[in-house]
């Protein structure tokens, strides 16, 4: 079983932050902006785009959900909420600054996203203890 390195941690991090960001983002640039453009495009393309964005979410969540569980889902998803109250609430953060906002909900996302991939590494390296899926006979 090959370990776990924060090389490979960064990795998936750096592909749930571009997929986060590629599907929507305040600046302008993703998929969404593009699909609502009034100038259009070529939408075989956009479908071709949007499936394969599906299908890399389909990936990164059913992980998520299979490492994390609901609960631990619950619970990444409020630290970080208290993060962000914690910082609004110092004035380091304001309510009214929305693409920063914006921003930080997406890295947030992206962050749970990677934790949720990676957890079953992250978990065996502190516990010693493995998750097994599939078991071959």
């Avoid at 609430?89 to 947030?108: A, E």
Wanted: hydrophobic fraction near 55%; charged fraction near 10%; charge should be neutral.
């Amino acid at each position: 079983m090959k370990s776990f390195t924060w090389q490979g941690f960064f990795l998936r991090y750096a592909v749930a932050l571009v997929l986060v960001f590629a599907t929507f983002n305040p600046f302008g640039y993703s998929y969404y902006h593009w699909v609502t453009s009034p100038e259009g495009g070529s939408v075989p393309l956009m479908a071709l785009a949007g499936v394969s964005l599906l299908i890399v979410y389909v990936i990164f969540l059913r992980a998520t959900v299979r490492s994390l569980g609901p609960i631990g889902i619950g619970l990444v998803v409020a630290f970080f909420v208290a993060v962000v109250w914690v910082f609004i609430d110092f004035g380091l953060l304001s309510l009214d600054q929305s693409k920063v906002l914006t921003t930080i909900v997406l890295f947030l996302v992206a962050t749970v996203l990677a934790v949720g991939v990676s957890w079953s590494h992250i978990r065996r390296r502190i516990t010693g203890q493995a998750d097994i899926d599939d078991i071959d006979e």
